[in-house]
């Protein structure tokens, strides 16, 4: 449908300037500034060393340090770096734990042995090593600490830089 009293000029000229409009493609605020992060070299260098930091401070749990609570106060004064590994004995408490579940097992529901050994059973799972060695593990960190224990088992890196008379 022709404009009246627009010589055609004017109209191929605008329609010239549509096309243009459509064939531009406009860059989001979040995409330029994602670009111009990326370029700046230190920039990127702190991002990813706090996201390091960020998820190490998460992970912490799943990873096989010493225990944060259990400490040789007594004889901890001025030790020298330790590189061997230590033993948490998880393995053996549960091992033993299990052994009084089957043992409770073979005897009849009722007996007083069987309830003797499941009150020891319930004793022994409420002062579990995990509760020992890391005070009261939240939703987050059991499945944490206990995947940690299957990745590492009771293996724990130790102190290796020493410790200082506190």
Do not use: C
């Given at each position: 449908m022709p404009i009246p009293?627009?010589?055609?000029?004017?109209?191929?000229?605008?329609?010239?300037i549509l096309q243009e409009a459509h064939d531009v493609h406009g860059v989001?605020?979040?995409?330029?500034?994602?670009?111009?992060?990326?370029?700046?070299?230190?920039?990127?260098?702190?991002?990813?060393?706090?996201?390091?930091?960020?998820?190490?401070?998460?992970?912490?749990?799943?990873?096989?340090?010493?225990?944060?609570?259990?400490?040789?106060?007594?004889?901890?004064?001025?030790?020298?770096p330790q590189w061997e590994g230590?033993?948490?004995?998880?393995?053996?408490?549960?091992?033993?734990?299990?052994?009084?579940?089957?043992?409770?097992?073979?005897?009849?529901?009722?007996?007083?042995?069987?309830?003797?050994?499941m009150t020891e059973v319930e004793a022994r799972e409420q002062k579990h090593p995990t509760y020992l060695y890391w005070n009261k593990p939240n939703f987050l960190t059991k499945p944490l600490i206990s995947l940690r224990l299957l990745l590492f088992g009771d293996f724990c890196i130790p102190s290796i830089f020493g410790t200082d008379k506190l």
């Open positions: 009293n627009q010589p055609p000029s004017e109209l191929e000229r605008l329609a010239a989001s605020l979040w995409a330029d500034a994602w670009k111009r992060l990326k370029r700046n070299k230190a920039a990127m260098i702190s991002l990813w060393s706090l996201l390091t930091i960020v998820l190490l401070a998460i992970l912490t749990p799943l990873l096989p340090l010493q225990s944060p609570i259990y400490q040789d106060v007594k004889n901890r004064e001025l030790l020298p230590f033993s948490l004995g998880i393995k053996q408490y549960d091992e033993e734990t299990a052994r009084l579940i089957a043992e409770a097992d073979l005897q009849v529901a009722g007996n007083a042995k069987h309830k003797e050994l």
